[in-house]
């Protein structure tokens, strides 16, 4: 079976493997072919210029130019994973889980709770392009306030085991 789905995210956890890239242009190549849309890693990547050129979305812990290949082994594939998060958290993902990736970062989406997401995320939409048309037809201090009301609708998905 290969790892490369059409419409799929590829994530690599390395365990902190930072001796080489775990991917560069040739890979890239014939994951782009393969139907990839991204990859995920916290390894190090090669060839930044070219990977951005192919169209294929990654986000790495950084760049090397040592190729990491020889150097690591996979261990295991099609099973959930767990990389390092914002603030010295942790994230959990599974296979089937929602990958949003921008170069902006990575958002990963519990399957079990992407269309409870996909609700908010349209009413945030439609709020925020309500702000967008009144740029010039409201008051500063109204649009202040509609600025912080806008993720009113919002409620926190949390797994029970997590805490706040």
């Known amino acids: 079976p290969t790892l490369a789905q059409p419409g799929g995210v590829l994530v690599f956890a390395t365990s902190g493997f930072r001796g080489g890239g775990v991917t560069g242009e040739l890979l890239a190549l014939d994951l782009k072919s393969?139907?990839?849309?991204?990859?995920?890693?916290?390894?190090?990547?090669?060839?930044?210029t070219a990977l951005a050129q192919i169209g294929l979305n990654v986000v790495a812990?950084?760049?090397?130019?040592?190729?990491g290949a020889r150097r690591f082994h996979i261990t295991g594939w099609g099973q959930s994973v767990t990389l390092l998060g914002p603030e010295g958290g942790t994230v959990r993902i599974a296979p089937g889980d929602l990958v949003l990736m921008d170069a902006d970062g990575v958002l990963i989406i519990?399957?079990?709770?992407?269309?409870?997401?996909?609700?908010?995320?349209?009413?945030?939409?439609?709020?925020?392009?309500?702000?967008?048309?009144?740029?010039?037809?409201?008051?500063?201090?109204?649009?202040?306030k509609a600025r912080a009301e806008r993720m009113s609708h919002m409620?926190?998905?949390?797994?029970?085991?997590?805490?706040r």
Not at 155 to 163: A, G, I, N
């Open 34 to 48: 393969a139907g990839v849309v991204g990859l995920v890693t916290d390894g190090m990547v090669r060839d930044k």
């Open 110 to 144: 519990p399957n079990d709770v992407a269309a409870r997401v996909l609700e908010m995320a349209e009413e945030l939409a439609r709020k925020e392009d309500i702000l967008k048309s009144n740029t010039t037809m409201q008051s500063a201090k109204v649009r202040a």
């Open 155 to 163: 409620v926190w998905l949390r797994h029970p085991e997590v805490s």
């Open 61 to 67: 812990a950084g760049v090397i130019p040592t190729n």
